[in-house]
């Protein structure tokens, strides 16, 4: 079975900071990783997505992830935060269902 | 394009009583799921359809949970009788194939709280 472990559940950080959210997953085989975000009173919405080739995949709104094969891991990292960045974060993996972490919420003090 | 519309947005219902959700998927995507999401806790996949058929239900809580997508188009979702632990956040998705790297097109949630 799949599953998804997020570090964090609750960051609070300044604007202009950097920010990394960690993400592990578990799963032997081949897996397509995700990033969501939902923002407040809003839908789900992809961020970026890890399927094949360089482990590090851009995103909208500056938003990046690494993927370690060896470490099973996925983080997200964005080098400067804004205050609209403030929302649920969650990471996903899919090798024949999608399984999503807990979410992990970011709030930016402007 | 119209996205995942979901209704209703917030339900609040006693214990043992009824309730049904309401999905409607994008326009053309054959493949819609449902998931769940209790408070606090993953987000945690229910079944997904390919047209009107189900194609993996093993998320399924119990036989009070059913699902239907009558014609291939909108699903819903009922939970009967309803119990406390069935508060949660229900989440609809689709997509136009099953394909793993195809992505999953959220809608808003209906917000079920069973008091």
């Known amino acids: 079975a799949q599953s998804v472990s997020q570090h964090n559940h609750h960051v609070i950080l300044s604007e202009a900071a950097s920010l990394e959210l960690g993400c592990n997953y578990s799963?032997?085989?081949?897996?397509?990783l995700f990033w969501y975000v939902q923002y407040p009173g809003q839908h789900l919405q992809l961020l970026l997505k890890y399927f094949s080739g360089d482990p590090l995949v851009k995103g909208i709104k500056g938003f990046e992830a690494e993927f370690i094969k060896s470490k099973f891991s996925f983080n997200l990292r964005k080098p400067s935060v804004q205050w609209s960045d403030t929302a649920e974060y969650f990471c996903?993996?899919?090798?024949?269902?999608?399984?999503f972490g807990a979410g992990t919420t970011v709030t930016v003090r402007a | 394009e119209a996205g995942v519309t979901q209704f209703p947005s917030h339900s609040v219902i006693e214990k043992g009583q009824t309730v049904t959700l309401r999905c409607d998927p994008i326009?053309?995507?054959?493949?819609l799921y449902w998931y769940r999401r209790v408070m606090g806790k993953e987000i945690k996949f229910l079944l997904h359809?390919?047209?009107?058929?189900?194609?993996?239900e093993s998320g399924m809580p119990n036989n009070r949970f059913l699902a239907e997508r009558t014609g291939g188009t909108y699903s819903t979702l009922k939970v009967q009788p309803a119990e406390l632990e069935d508060s949660g956040v229900y989440f609809c998705a689709s997509s136009q194939d099953m394909g793993p790297t195809t992505e999953q097109y959220f809608g808003p949630g209906t917000r079920l709280t069973v008091t």
């Open positions: 799963y032997g085989g081949t897996v397509n």
């Open positions: 359809f390919v047209k009107e058929s189900k194609q993996d």
């Open positions: 996903a993996v899919k090798a024949y269902k999608l399984s």
């Open positions: 326009s053309g995507h054959d493949n």
